[in-house]
Nanobody, 126 residues
């Protein structure tokens, strides 16, 4: 059974930091791109970042560049999203997702992903 389990969300003041974790199981971790998406109330789900273990590929949305860092621990089948200098506009439910690394996608759209976690709430107060 495929599982993606997010953790690490919470309430933080603007300027603070959080580290999200996405623990994956039930599939060959190295064969997949792992992405982080977020969805704020009333808004569409948007990509935040993704990482590809096999070719060291990385992507960050412009809105988080320089503030967020994505890393992968393949031994633990876990991807982390370190979020620094958080802003109120970062408030959202954050989801991790997995997409088979076929090289056919840009991996920035939700439909490009096969599996999803349940999400973790991140709230940044001003």
């Amino acid at each position: 059974e495929v599982q993606l389990v997010e953790s690490g969300g919470g309430l933080v003041q603007a300027g603070g930091s959080l580290r999200l974790s996405c623990a994956a199981s039930g599939f060959t971790f190295d064969d997949y791109v792992i992405g982080w998406f977020r969805q704020a109330p009333g808004k569409e789900r948007e990509v935040v970042s993704w990482i590809s273990s096999v070719d060291r590929g990385l992507y960050y949305a412009d809105s988080v560049k320089g503030r967020f860092t994505i890393t992968s621990d393949n031994a633990k089948n876990t991807v982390y999203l370190q979020m620094n200098s958080l802003k109120p506009e970062d408030t959202a439910v954050y989801y991790c997702a997995a997409s088979y690394n076929s090289g056919s996608y840009w991996y920035i759209e939700p439909y490009e992903y096969d599996y999803w976690g349940q999400g973790t709430q991140v709230t940044v107060s001003s």
